[in-house]
Nanobody
């Protein structure tokens, strides 16, 4: 089970940190990703990280503003969101992929999903 937290309302230019805690399984062998879905739009890839080696991947629109990281001891992955923009408003989902190479960015490459947390950026 993946449980997201940390969403909320933030002003443009501000920061927010999302957390995704895993229970019932260890994340040590998984790729962990963050996706988002804005109203009326399809769910899209945001960022992902391999548990070992810390290899990361980001969507172009968030590079330099968002940082994905993980805490092995806490079985938790984070998304630090800085310099947020109104277009970052969406429900953010945490996901896990058992793929054993690369850092996948496709929705169908992730088997496990959280329920999502709302992020709203006001202008």
């Amino acid at each position: 089970q993946l449980v997201e937290s940390g969403g909320g309302l933030v002003q443009a230019g501000g920061s927010l940190r999302l957390s995704c805690a895993a229970s019932g399984r260890t994340l040590s062998s998984y790729v962990m990703g963050w996706f988002r879905q804005a109203p009326g739009k399809e769910r899209e890839f945001v960022a992902a990280i391999r548990w070992y080696g810390s290899r990361t991947r980001y969507q172009d629109s968030v590079k330099g503003r968002f940082t994905i990281s993980r805490d092995n001891a806490k079985n938790t992955v984070y998304l630090q969101m800085n310099s947020v923009k109104p277009e970052d408003t969406a429900v953010y989902y945490c996901a896990a992929s058992s793929r054993d190479y690369g850092v996948p960015g496709g929705l169908d490459e992730y088997e496990y999903w959280g329920q999502g947390t709302q992020v709203t950026v006001s202008s």
